[in-house]
């Protein structure tokens, strides 16, 4: 096989040996781009934003300047508009306004089964969330939602804490580390102690975020743009992660079941709950959908916590009087010895709270939220085409001056209750959405913030954090999850307060 070769557009990665197969898509898509551009320039659609390049359009700016890209494009077209990237048509509803069409719409008008379905299920496998009709999928999330109620989440912090300061251990008393790869892997031993048992935990080891790194290279725009069948590397990737990983949940459903059928008492997890749950039809779950669900639960949580506990990281090394407010907050909290964390402190940690939501403002794990137009669709006087992908951007709606003044700066104190009611942001249903809103709205919203703050209120309490020279991380945009490039920072044992 030939070596690997990178291709400089939107990501988009191919070998030598698939120069064919990769061509051939060209060609096609090609085909539909100028049928897709006639449709397009009918009366009534939304403005289109030129390009010069066929078929291409913005993918290369898209790729390299997203947010600046959608931004600027509002600035001149307003609300909603539409990009060409890579032959796809993408309408972008920017505003809270705006977006309500898309988080309100119907699943039979704006799709997202179409959109998500050739991304996801490679990765979750079939027979749940994208890959089912979207009914199953939603009473699937209903049974997710139904288990992670507060008397988990009670029992889980000291989970989470034990977890990360076992993995913070090894660190020492100062240095300079990868914060990403670090929090790549305590955010998945932390989720799978609390949400897949103690039998899942024991087998994992740190090489398990490889098996999800492995999984992560699905997530990439060849995956959004090509068919998941092709022969790519990042493909076989993703593939193997995905075996890798139901292998051990495979082994371990098998173990409980046996168990069940000696009439022993099984633990009280998540695991057990899907095992002895069924659908409204009084069908119970296969192993292969539990499976999936599992992968599907860890994977959401492992971008959303991961990512976004790096990046506070980084914000908070940069901010060293939030930082030391922070370490103070964990005092006035739990006492000056520092007592272990319980569930109910977390709600009074409100500078670090604010310190998580200004984060996911600022650098939501996923930039763009999608849906296919499968029938033409109304909006302030566009009728945007079937076939057009309908976007929101929590990024670029949480980057609007008009809503968040100063918005590309760092500031927590925008979520203090008084202030954010106050706010222009605090009035409008869709200014902040990092986890999505509407039915697709992310189930394990609140999992993720009693994770992150549990495993930040440890490591407030180990360390200090500061920029390696004043190096703060860029994004990468090569991935669908914006995660930060050269993550390194460096640390020094804190010193309690006198």
């Known amino acids: 096989m030939g070596t690997d070769t990178v291709i400089p557009i939107f990501g988009l990665e191919t070998v030598s040996t698939e120069a064919l197969l990769l061509s051939t898509a060209v060609v096609v898509s090609l085909c539909c781009f100028f049928y897709r551009r006639s449709r397009q320039e009918q009366s009534g659609a939304p403005p289109l934003v030129p390009y010069t390049i066929p078929f291409v359009g913005q993918a290369v700016e898209f790729g390299q300047r997203p947010i600046e890209l959608l931004l600027e494009a509002y600035k001149k077209y307003g609300h909603v508009f539409t990009l060409t990237v890579m032959g796809q048509k993408l309408t972008y509803l920017i505003g809270s306004d705006a977006s309500s069409m898309l988080f309100n719409a119907k699943n039979e008008d704006l799709n997202a089964e179409e959109v998500y379905g050739p991304i996801m299920t490679p990765i979750f496998g079939k027979g749940v969330a994208y890959d089912v ?10 049974m997710l939602k139904t288990a992670l109620t507060i008397a988990k989440f009670k029992t889980y912090v000291p989970m989470i804490e034990e977890e990360t300061k076992e993995y913070f251990k090894r660190w020492g008393d100062s240095g300079v580390r990868d914060l990403f790869q670090a929090m790549s892997e305590v955010i998945i031993m932390t989720a799978s102690r ?36 092709l022969p790519l590397p990042s493909f076989r990737q993703r593939d193997r992660g995905h075996r890798n990983i139901k292998e051990i ?43 999936g669900l599992l992968i599907g639960l860890l994977m959401a949580g492992q971008h959303t916590s991961s990512t976004t506990s790096a990046w506070l990281g980084f914000f908070l090394a ?51 939220l999608m849906r296919m137009a499968k029938k033409p669709v109304h909006y302030n006087g566009y009728t945007i085409p079937a076939g057009h992908q309908v976007c929101v951007s929590p990024t670029t709606n949480q980057r609007l001056e008009s809503v968040w003044p100063n918005a590309n700066t760092f500031n927590p104190n925008r979520f203090k209750e008084e202030n954010y009611k106050e706010s222009v942001a605090g009035s409008q249903k869709f200014a902040y959405v990092p986890f999505g809103a509407g039915r697709h709205r992310c189930v394990g919203e609140f999992f993720a ?50």
């Open 133 to 142: 009709p979207h009914m199953v999928f939603l009473e699937q999330k209903k």
């Open 318 to 368: 940069q901010n060293k009087a939030i930082q030391d407010e922070c370490y103070a907050e964990q005092v006035d909290v739990s006492g000056e010895d520092l007592e272990p964390l319980v569930y109910e402190q977390l709600k009074d940690l409100c500078v670090l709270d604010g310190c998580v939501r200004e984060t996911l403002r600022l650098r939501p794990p996923i930039m763009s």
């Open 249 to 291: 949940f495979y082994k371990v459903i098998a173990t409980r079941r046996k168990n069940l059928s000696c009439g022993e008492e099984l633990d009280d997890d998540i695991l057990t709950f899907l095992m002895t749950t069924e659908y409204r039809d009084g069908r119970k779950l296969t192993d292969d959908e539990i499976a």
């Open 449 to 498: 913030h009693v994770q992150m703050k549990t495993v930040w209120s440890v490591l407030l309490r180990m360390f200090e954090f500061e920029l390696v020279d004043g190096h703060f991380p860029s994004v990468n945009y090569a991935t669908m999850i914006h995660t930060p490039t050269n993550a390194i920072i460096r640390y020094q044992a804190r010193q309690k307060l006198e």
């Open 194 to 229: 609390c949400l897949q048992g103690r039998e899942v935990r024991a087998m994992l080891y740190e090489g398990v975020a490889d098996m999800y790194h492995d999984m992560d290279a699905g997530l990439t725009p060849a995956a959004w743009l090509l068919p998941g069948w």
